[in-house]
């Protein structure tokens, strides 16, 4: 495993990292959760990341329990605060009473005194962004929090960020986590740039594209029993022939690189320094293995330029 520096900071994180959304405590029986989570270990990923949200808090069990064999200090965890946790009006957005009761509520199903970074899982109109990051830095200072991250903001969102923890002396936002792959790279035009004056890492979720990009999907009409396409509709709309025609083209590439396609797209993901992790999804040990060995993985320049046609 290879390991990069979490945007500015002094924090080392795998270039492949673990997520949990849609899986722990949800379609995946606990039992293949445990192992995948341990293969991740064992083949030194020590990033891991969860929310709140996922499976209401069951995600954020399972993690913790599984991780609790370990020493603390061995891995980085992350969870996250914003999407509604229950029916009443301040149980959802960034508000300080609402980001502090929630982070107080992973740590208790996590069984943890902090966590290692805090995202604000979206960016909330509804509530000033000062009174949010200076929630989060309370949370820093008592101790609960190491590092702030936020998820899917936008370049103009974190500019404002940043801007409020310079003028009230906040602890400043780190890591960013935004959607990134092959077939959607909006990052690469504003974020990126913003990110990188700033000293902010990227860790990427959906690097995959939700599978599409492992090349199971032989076509977008057969759809294999018990993929997230059976089961999504929003996933399965994602899935159009162009698309499987270009997976197909990139698998030619991977095999003449002697890597899975996979392999391929998370290389490709890895060729931008700003970002510090691609984060992965896994039902199965072996998902995680393959995913892992993509770490570390250089592609040439030539070969970026092939990627680089199909996907044009």
Known sequence: MKYRRLGGTGLKVSEISLGSWLTYGGYVEKENAVKAIRTAYDLGINFFDTANVYEKGAAEVVVGETLREYPRESYVLATKVFWP?????????????????????????????????????????????????????DLVRQGKVLYVGVSEWTAANIAEGLAAAD??????????????????RYIEKEVIPISERNGIGQVVFSPLAQGLLTGKYASATDIPEGSRAARLEWVRNGITEEKIAKVRELGKIAAE????????????????????????????????????????????????????????
């Open 257 to 312: 690189l002697n890597i899975t396609v996979g392999q391929l797209a998370l290389a490709w993901i890895l060729r931008q320094p700003n970002v510090s992790s691609a984060l992965v999804g896994a039902s199965r040990p072996e998902q995680v293995a393959e995913n892992a060995a993509a770490a570390g993985i250089a592609l040439s320049g030539e070969v970026l330029e092939q990627i680089e046609t199909i996907l044009e």
């Open 167 to 184: 003028r009230y002396l906040l602890d400043r936002i780190v890591v960013n986590q935004p959607i990134y792959n092959m077939f959607n």
């Open 85 to 137: 946790m229950g029916d009443g009006p301040n149980d959802r957005g960034l508000s300080r009473k609402h980001v502090t009761e929630q982070c107080n509520a992973s740590l208790k199903r996590l069984g943890l005194d902090y966590v290692d970074i805090l995202y604000c899982h979206r960016y909330d109109p509804e509530t000033p962004v000062e009174e949010t990051l200076r929630a989060i830095d």
